[in-house]
């Protein structure tokens, strides 16, 4: 066994919701004319009721939403490892055309946002284009592109001294949009973005690992243990939802890989410290992960598994 351990200090510029990533990725761009979509009736009509008795409470789901870290922390680290840029990983924008279920559209919005959240970290512009269409789509399609205002974050991500407004703004814009869908009486489509978005995340930095050995992106794919239980926690309450049990089987799949993982932490105080001239909160407590090489070899290989199924 491999014993990895490592510090959380460096969250203290990343950790904000999986939803902020995916709002953020539209900021790069404009998108087209909106698709045809289908009426909020329709997609009312083919998300079936779900009959069970241990349903989460809204407060409750939206806390465990809340707290998933964001694709955006292990596409930072990807970047800050030098690895080069690979648009190959990516879910092909073409893609969008074959997703005709609301929960698919779902579970797709999370994958292109956090696909675009790669792009954007590379500043590939050009390539953000055609995700964001893609992303802005599939939110149309959902009837939740309302709560996206184009124009003002676009705006925003021209600057970089603008990113602490884009993230007020996006985080907003998500808490608006997960409280919508609740309402509606649709928060397994929130849970289903938010699957979708820790899944690419932790599908891209699996390749990256795969062809680079970073130990540090070892440790953050360990780490994602504690999150994926949250994801299947949230999944599994939809048992009486036929599409919604076949997702969540698949990513318990994983889930079932990842129980050979073992991590353990150790609280510390958090301190107060300047950086840049701002006032930052300093997470001193620490994990330590133990993760075999062959572990590592079926993480790998079943979330490309379940990813691939996502997508195709």
Known sequence: MKKIAFENQWRRFLHFSTYSLVIFALACGSGGDQSESQGLDDIMEEETETQTSTMMSDDVLAEIIRGIPAPVELVALIKASGAEYSESMLNPTENSESYTTSYRQALNLGIYGADLGYINMY???ISSL???NAVKEMADLIKVGQFFDFVTLKRLSSNKEN???LLFITTSNFNRMDEYLRDQGRADLSVLSVAG???EGIYISCQVSKATGNAELVERIGEQKVALADICLMLNQ?????NMVKIAADFEKINKVFAAVSMTSTEAQPE???????LVVIDNSSSEINLSNETL??????VTEVRNNCIN
């Open 123 to 125: 500043e590939k512009t």
């Open 130 to 132: 055609s995700y964001l």
């Open 163 to 165: 990113i602490d407004s």
């Open 197 to 199: 978005a820790w899944l």
């Open 238 to 242: 939809y048992g009486g939802d036929e």
């Open 272 to 278: 107060m410290k300047e950086v840049d001239g701002k």
């Open 297 to 302: 070899d079926k993480i790998i290989a079943v």
